[in-house]
C-alpha cells in the first residue's frame, strides 16, 4: 500500500514557510549584532530542520539549498568564519531561493538549485569568496 505524502508535503511545507520567517528575521537581527550567538544559533536550527524535513520528503533541491545554507551557518557559529556584508548579503539571496522552492513545492513544481550560489555558499562556509550568485531565475520544472 503506497502511503499519501502529499499530506506530509504540505506540513513541511507549512512549517518550512515558518522556519524561514524565524530566519529573515533572525538575520535582521544578526546584521544590528553580528556577535549575538542565540541569533546564529536559531538560524543554524532553522535552516538543519529545514534540510532534514526536505531529505526525508525528497524535495532534494530545497534540502540541498538549505544544506549549503546550513554548512555556512555552522561555520560561523563555530566561530571559523565572521559576518560581514557579502554574507548577509549570500545568506538572504539563500532565504530568497528557499521561498522561491517552496513556493515552487506548493504548486507541484521544483525549482532546482542555483549551482553558483550553492558553489558561493560552499566557499563561504570555508572562509572562501564572497557573495557571488547567480542573478537569473533558477529551473523550474513539473514534479511528477
Request: proline content about 3%; hydrophobic content about 50%.
Amino acid at each position: 500500500m503506497a502511503v499519501d505524502m502529499s499530506r506530509f508535503v504540505a506540513r513541511f511545507l507549512e512549517e518550512a514557510r515558518e522556519h524561514l520567517t524565524l530566519l529573515n528575521e533572525a538575520l535582521l537581527l544578526l546584521a544590528l549584532n553580528p556577535a549575538d550567538q542565540e541569533t546564529v544559533d536559531a538560524l543554524f536550527r532553522s535552516a538543519h530542520t529545514i534540510t532534514g524535513s526536505a531529505g526525508m520528503l525528497k524535495l532534494k533541491p530545497i534540502a540541498q539549498t538549505a544544506h549549503h545554507l546550513e554548512e555556512v551557518l555552522a561555520s560561523l557559529r563555530e566561530g571559523r568564519i565572521h559576518y560581514s556584508p557579502s554574507l548577509a548579503e549570500l545568506l538572504s539571496r539563500c532565504a530568497a531561493l528557499l521561498l522561491l522552492q517552496l513556493n515552487g513545492a506548493d504548486h507541484g513544481m521544483a525549482v532546482e538549485s542555483d549551482a553558483t550560489l550553492c558553489q558561493a555558499l560552499a566557499s563561504a562556509a570555508i572562509g572562501e569568496g564572497g557573495a557571488q550568485g547567480s542573478a537569473e531565475t533558477p529551473e523550474i520544472m513539473a514534479i511528477s
